[in-house]
């Protein structure tokens, strides 16, 4: 495949260093931010082994804590089952507290077995009850519902939840079990959604709604209602002009049930667990009662996914056994919703509930799931769910009869702890700071309340949001597409919280003047309240009718006209991740006076480029949770003043994004810049299968990597487990380039990787890859591959051949579709199902800052090795010393102004002012008339200090020397080797135009062209060093020597010329010219991992790595990008891997400059150049160094 360049602008930050790495490293988490588990208690059938097994395991892989929520029990096993709360119960209770305090687990607890709330101590009198109609009126009869899934001893009716003595003797024996036991009690106690089926009805709500209304509601409810038929039937909101008396009445009943649960059980419930030091987990999901109410009340409001969302991401298996999600980002923010207006700091969410069939779920498609829960305002996975199993327990274990299994018999579980990783990482991200939307969305629940179904009760269930509020739904998505985000907003919350956001109201028809009155208010305020599409025309419900209505119209006539949704939007700046690359994204503020985001690409589009954010900021951290990396992102400032940053995401890949309002000091982000050409490991693979269910023996080599299903081994068509898929690939020198990425393409299903027997880490999501660059070395390099697939090809041998596993009381094993039989599941593939490369890339240019902390780091070595500049130059290898102005100094301190361009410090300064005025700013030993440019590339450095001090002795013996050369007519072939042409050249044209005296510039020209005559030879684009090198000469193999320094000095004179010539600077274009033409050949001459040789046309004449030569050529393409002179998506590439070559291959960590050829005129001179050895002098070559760092920096910004 040819080089593949992802070439894009690039940007660099101001270098004022603000906050401390404590800011910009990743949040330290606290318990909650890692997933729990919903814990199922089959039988309640546990014991202390067991419960130290399983706890012992969840603590291992990364779980924070658990929920038990015991249910029936395993066939057979009654003997062992414990009944609820039982003196022997608690017991086993108070043994998991004390084992949960040792190993850092917090302990939650479902207020009941099974679910809804309910057992022996309900009687009828005070269980689930539901009207019946007569003749005479409606009576109260019990719905006979029991409780659902109960475990042994919590047996019996559902409690009436309108009925504050149902609750009261609910909870009673609850105190009396803890009170006895003297068990603590438990951290948080949880009630699951509300199915309480039928229960439109108790004894008492005819006086609490007589109280309430002040009308008589079992009249209408007497009336047959015209209603669309059976469960499913979409409701139908009537016009006003056509909602009946029956129909108001039923929107008062509707509102009024819902009070009631909360007035008599949220909140005694509530109030119940906060007076025994618990906090309240809830999923308010399927009440009667206005969601977001009931969710603002309790401590963690809790939404759930239930099914598979439709992801259009690349490589993505998608299980053909599905049920589709009903719990999508507009149904999840019902919970994050009623959190962030109520100051709520957690969002937990039931995660992945029927995700797959049983034995069908792999990590890869639990990521996007979660990402897109993330993005919905989700800060705490609860999985469910995790049944118990005792240690030791035949496989597959104890289940729950619903998917998933998220517990250490899992098929899961072994790779699971990476997920669990990613998943504590996103969450202490997303619990910083404070939400931040862009809108509030009016929750019309009085136009839902107003539709006719079959039944006055009315439930809003996750799996009816679409049938009953798709106008809502509608808006929210919309407002989600268009880039915004937003949380409903209940009637109560707009007339109770300090509202400042906009308020949109989506097209509705009924609303309570109170809550038009309050909207009228906000806008009085300076709250933009925008009305969609039509203006609430009436009031809910039939009580005090005729004045509501009164008063309704007079607050109405000030709404103002409706508007569109663009409307609404227009002066909020959207995020552009959404609106424009269609990601999911949220965004919170965060304690630095900036903004966290979470953002994922949950469909088939690769970002690679600039993004715009809704908000500003000066700088900003990427932060990858997959990996634990993190680094300065790039940044830039839009025209609107939002910051624009540099994204890379894959299909399915995620990203972690905090802003800043100031500079930080944190090491760059890796950009990838080039990627190079795939290296498929397509030589034999060994396959053996360490941890098999039948046990494989032995190795299966096969001539390329292959789904183990298709081994001619009939155990691996049946089998789960582990296999260890084994072979090698050859790099010559992984040095080459700044990392390898191991493409593992279509793994079934996790997968552990081992590069040369080291762990490199686990792959477990798309796109299945991995950086490996660290491990790799020359040669041979060994790939370990141990791949875990799915328990599906067990479990379905299992039933062909009629093992009995299914073993469980209640529901057993329940499936999406069909009886509780896989035997026909066609086999699924195993192992590593497609090639697998190794795919080299070189990263982009760090940011400004980390390229000058890197030019201090080489500078600063040299200064605390040489910082005496009055000292002279040790020559060690000669056995003599120089003066310390000669030559090797001033490109040093040519450098060192060059840095001091774009990282300003007074010590750069003082250091070249005691060096000048030590030697009285004259030539090398004192010759103030020498011509030769060694003894006056000092000069450079005087001239530029002359700028910044004025002081006239710096350029005076600079004078005396130019106006001799000026002078002597055969001075114009001087420069007879082309060092000359750098170390001579740039003085004259500083001087001629600090002085105002184009003679030397004319000069300057006249000696550059007689050494281009001589030396350059135009059809190659390069120069020879002088006369001695000039054809005939060859180099040993025949070749033209073309030395690289000798090179790399004319290229750096190009650009210390063209950086002060004026453009219309006669000769200018000729320069220019000659610069574009050797870098042309240079790009021609790189080497692989970017670097030059020693010898630019023969590579076997001393090669390379070389670092001074490089140094300059980055010089020059560095000025030639920045000027325009060269092409940027040509140069590009070439120059970033030149940078990153250089640094990751020459540098070493204290600064010194390995592979630095020494003094000489030709490749052979100063040999070996090797990483360790010191070369003659060290000045020169830090010179380079800091030309090529100070231009790259001036390209980064």
């Not at 105190?175 to 439109?200: C, I, L, Q, R």
């Not at 690769?606 to 809704?614: I, Q």
């Not at 593939?829 to 490369?837: A, F, H, I, T, Y």
């Not at 000469?1033 to 790399?1048: A, F, L």
Request: charged share 25%.
């Amino acid at each position: 495949m040819k080089l593949k360049t992802l070439i894009l602008s690039v940007l660099g930050l101001c270098s004022a260093f603000g906050l401390s790495a404590q800011d910009t490293g990743w949040y330290s988490p606290v318990t909650e931010n890692k997933p729990f588990v919903r814990w199922w208690w089959l039988g309640s059938a546990v014991d202390k082994e067991g419960i130290t097994w399983n706890l012992e395991q969840f603590a291992k892989a990364g779980i924070g804590g658990y929920e038990v929520t015991p249910i029936y029990g395993v066939k057979g096993n009654e003997t062992n089952d414990i009944d609820y709360l039982s003196p022997e119960w608690m017991e086993m209770y108070k043994y998991l507290v004390s084992e949960s305090e040792r190993l850092g687990l917090e302990c939650d607890m479902n207020n009941g077995t099974g679910w809804p709330f309910g057992g022996p101590q309900i009687s009828a009198d005070i269980a689930a009850q539901k009207m019946k109609v007569t003749a005479d009126g409606v009576e109260s009869v019990q719905t006979g519902q029991k409780v659902k899934r109960a475990a042994p001893g919590g047996e019996g009716w559902v409690m009436d939840h309108y009925n504050p003595e149902a609750l009261k003797t609910y909870l009673e024996r609850f105190d009396k079990a803890f009170e006895e036991s003297g068990a603590d009690w438990p951290d948080t106690w949880f009630n699951d959604s509300y199915e309480v089926y039928g229960a439109d009805w108790t004894p008492g709500f005819p006086e609490y709604f007589r109280q309430k209304y002040g009308y008589d509601i079992v009249p209408y409810l007497m009336q047959k209602p015209e209603k669309p038929s059976g469960r499913n039937a979409v409701a139908v909101k009537p016009e006003p002009s056509k909602l009946s008396d029956y129909d108001r009445a039923i929107m008062d009943y509707r509102e009024c049930l819902g009070d009631m649960l909360m007035e008599n059980f949220i909140d005694p419930w509530i109030e119940w667990c906060h007076s025994h030091g618990s906090r309240v987990r809830n999923q308010s999901h399927g009440s009667p009662a206005n969601l977001l109410d009931v969710y603002a009340k309790v401590d963690i409001p809790e939404c759930e996914t239930f099914g598979r969302s439709a992801f259009d991401i690349p490589g993505l298996r998608q299980d053909p056994i599905i049920r589709p999600n009903d719990g999508d980002m507009a149904v999840l923010k019902f919970a994050s919703s009623a959190a962030h207006v109520s100051g709520k700091k957690y969002t937990s969410c039931e995660s992945l509930t029927w995700l797959t069939e049983h034995f069908r779920t792999s990590l890869s498609q639990c990521k996007p799931e979660l990402d897109q829960a993330f993005a919905a305002g989700v800060n705490h996975i609860y999985f469910h769910g995790a049944p118990y199993s005792p240690a030791g327990a035949e496989f597959p274990g104890w289940m729950f009869y619903a998917s998933i299994n998220m517990s250490p018999t899992g098929g899961m579980w072994k790779d699971a702890p990476a997920l669990f990783k990613y998943i504590e990482r996103c969450q202490a991200f997303l619990t910083a700071g404070e939400p931040d939307s862009d809108f509030l969305l009016y929750f019309p629940v009085y136009d839902i309340w107003s539709t006719l179904t079959d039944t006055p009760y009315m439930m809003f269930d996750i799996h009816s949001m679409d049938r009953k509020m798709p106008q809502v739904k509608e808006a929210m998505n919309a407002i989600l597409s268009a880039g915004y985000d937003a949380d409903y907003i209940s009637d109560t919350q707009l007339r109770n919280l300090d509202i400042t956001k906009p308020v949109i109201v989506p097209d509705c028809t009924y609303m309570p003047v109170e809550t038009a009155r309050r909207l009228v208010e906000l806008k009085e305020q300076g709250v933009p309240v925008y009305f969609i599409g039509s203006v609430p025309e009436d009031v809910p419900g039939l009580y005090n009718l005729a004045e509501r209505r009164r008063e309704f119209r007079k607050v109405a006539r000030k709404f103002g006209k409706p508007v569109s949704m663009e409307t609404a939007f227009a002066g909020v700046k959207p995020e552009e991740f959404k609106s424009k690359e269609g990601g999911v994204m949220i965004r919170r503020t965060n304690e630095c006076g900036g903004w966290n985001y979470f953002a994922a690409m949950l469909k088939d589009n690769e970002v690679d480029g600039w993004v715009k954010l809704g908000t500003p900021a000066v700088s900003a951290m990427l932060y990858d949770a997959m990996t634990g990396e993190s680094g300065k992102a790039q940044l830039r400032t839009a025209t609107d003043g939002c910051a624009e940053i540099r994204l890379q995401l894959l299909p399915g890949e995620s990203i972690l994004i905090k802003t800043f309002p100031e500079e930080i000091d944190a090491p760059a982000w890796k950009y990838v810049a080039v990627v190079g050409d795939v290296i498929p490991v397509n030589s034999a693979w060994n396959i053996s299968f360490p941890e098999s269910d039948p046990a494989i023996p032995g190795n299966h080599f096969t001539n390329k990597v292959t789904d183990w299903t298709k081994l001619d081994i009939p155990e691996a068509k049946i089998n789960h487990g582990t296999a260890l898929y084994s072979s090698a690939v050859a790099i010559t020198d992984p040095k080459e380039y700044d990392d390898w990425i191991l493409d593992l393409g279509d793994v079934r299903e996790s997968a552990r990787v081992f590069i040369n027997c080291e762990e490199v880490g686990t792959v477990w999501a798309v796109p299945f890859r991995i950086s490996i660059g660290e491990y790799l070395k020359p040669g041979i390099n060994l790939i370990d591959v141990y791949v875990t697939n799915l328990q599906s090809n067990r479990i379905a041998d299992f039933d062909r051949r009629g093992v009995e596993w299914k073993i469980f009381k209640d529901a057993n094993i329940s499936t999406l579709g069909g009886p509780a039989y896989f035997g026909d599941w066609a086999t699924d593939s195993s192992g590593l199902c497609s090639e697998v490369n190794v795919i080299p890339v070189v990263y982009d240019l760090p940011a400004k800052d980390e390229v000058i902390a890197q030019a201090r780091k080489v500078n600063d070595y040299f200064m605390n090795k040489f910082g005496d500049p009055s000292k002279v130059v040790p020559f060690p290898s000669r056995n003599r010393v120089y003066d310390g102005n000669i030559w090797t100094r001033g490109v040093y301190y040519e450098g060192l102004l060059a840095l001091n361009e774009v990282d300003p410090q007074q010590r750069y300064l003082d250091n070249t002012m005691e060096w000048g005025d030590y030697y009285k700013w004259n030539m090398r030993n004192g010759q103030t008339l020498t011509r030769n440019a060694d003894n006056y590339c000092c000069s450079q450095a005087y001239i530029d200090m002359y700028r910044i001090y004025k002081e006239p002795k710096m350029i005076e013996n600079v004078a005396k020397c130019m106006e001799n050369i000026l002078a002597s007519e055969d001075a114009v072939s001087d420069w007879d080797w082309i060092d000359a042409i750098q170390m001579g050249m740039p003085v004259l044209v500083k001087y001629g135009l600090t002085t105002g005296q184009d003679a030397y510039l004319e000069k300057a020209w006249e000696m550059y062209k007689w050494s281009r005559d001589q030396f350059f030879n135009e059809k190659d684009g390069l120069w020879w060093r002088d006369a001695d090198f000039c054809p005939p000469y060859k180099t040993p193999n025949g070749k033209e020597c073309y030395w690289s320094r000798g090179n790399g000095w004319v290229v750096a004179a190009y650009v210390r010329v063209l950086e002060e010539l004026p453009e219309d600077a006669a000769h200018r274009d000729v320069y220019e010219a000659d610069l574009k033409a050797m870098c042309e050949a240079l790009l021609k001459a790189q080497r692989s991992d970017g670097t030059w040789n020693c010898s630019l046309a023969d590579p076997d004449d001393f090669g390379g790595p070389e670092a001074t030569g490089t140094s300059l050529f980055i010089y020059g393409f560095a000025y030639g990008i920045r000027t325009g002179l060269l092409d940027a998506e040509t140069y590009m590439p070439a120059l970033v891997k030149a940078w990153n070559g250089l640094n990751r291959i020459c540098i070493h960590d204290n600064g010194f400059i390995g592979y630095s050829q020494g003094s000489g005129k030709e490749p052979k001179e100063a040999q070996p150049a090797t990483y360790d050895r010191i070369p003659d002098f060290e000045d020169f070559g830090t010179g380079c160094y800091l030309l090529a760092a100070s231009e790259v920096a001036k390209l980064v910004e």
